[in-house]
T-cell receptor, first 113, second 111 residues
Framework: NAGVTQTPKFRVLKTGQSMTLLCAQD?????MYWYRQDPGMGLRLIHY???????AKGEVPDGYNVSRLKKQNFLLGLESAAPSQTSVYFC????????????FGPGTRLTVT | QQQVKQSPQSLIVQKGGISIINCAYE??????FPWYQQFPGKGPALLIA???DVSEKKEGRFTISFNKSAKQFSLHIMDSQPGDSATYFC??????????WGAGTKLIIKP
């Protein structure tokens, strides 16, 4: 079992460029999440999904879009990157809701210049 | 009201000592309180969790103490070891069934 994997691990973008972060889980979990982690701010939920074909906004969704076409994959898109989106992005999954253990991927470090 | 305030921001403890990290909240609708541990370069991992109908939960050297009336909960690490050096996050589940995270505490255990 690979658990939760994220690609890429690192990325540098110029302002205005777009990119997609891929998250994959092999635990057959229903719920998947995208967080961003910034120094001194803990984790903030960007978007989440409660099942294949569903997505919902979290605390900080602006500037991001997501899709969950397959149960095992959750994609995070940045359409026009801004320096404020420089962060470490974590994907997580859980069997059901957040009162079940969330399993996190290793993170993607994104720098927008 | 949606905040979880975590303290201290950083903590240095001697090997064998007790590490204590505190969290406070205002929203009485919060109903599940997990602690996650994060090592450098890794994602967070669940350490221990508690629900508000329980005042204390212990798993090995890790204990959560929960004070519902004070709206506070804390993590105690007994006999702290260098391998416990990590960043610890408290969190709380809100009425939208999402986790609200504390800012994190960087714990260093000195040998």
């Amino acid at each position: 079992n690979a658990g939760v994997t994220q690609t890429p691990k690192f990325r540098v973008l110029k302002t205005g460029q777009s990119m997609t972060l891929l998250c994959a889980q092999d635990m057959n979990h229903e719920y998947m999440y995208w967080y961003r982690q910034d120094p001194g701010m803990g984790l903030r939920l960007i978007h989440y999904s409660v099942g294949e074909g569903t997505t919902a906004k979290g605390e900080v969704p602006d500037g991001y879009n997501v899709s969950r076409l397959k149960k095992q994959n959750f994609l995070l898109g940045l359409e026009s990157a801004a320096p404020s989106q420089t962060s470490v992005y974590f994907c997580a999954s859980s069997y059901m809701g957040v009162s079940y253990e969330q399993y996190f991927g290793p993170g993607t470090r994104l720098t927008v210049t | 009201q949606q905040q979880v305030k975590q303290s201290p921001q950083s903590l240095i403890v001697q090997k064998g000592g007790i590490s204590i990290i505190n969290c406070a909240y205002e929203n009485t609708a919060f109903d599940y309180f997990p602690w996650y541990q994060q090592f450098p370069g890794k994602g967070p991992a669940l350490l221990i969790a508690i629900r508000p109908d329980v005042s204390e939960k212990k798993e090995g050297r890790f204990t959560i103490s929960f004070n519902k009336s004070a709206k506070q909960f804390s993590l105690h690490i007994m006999d702290s070891q260098p391998g416990d050096s990590a960043t610890y996050f408290c969190a709380a589940r809100d009425s939208n069934y999402q986790l609200i995270w504390g800012a994190g505490t960087k714990l260093i255990i000195k040998p």
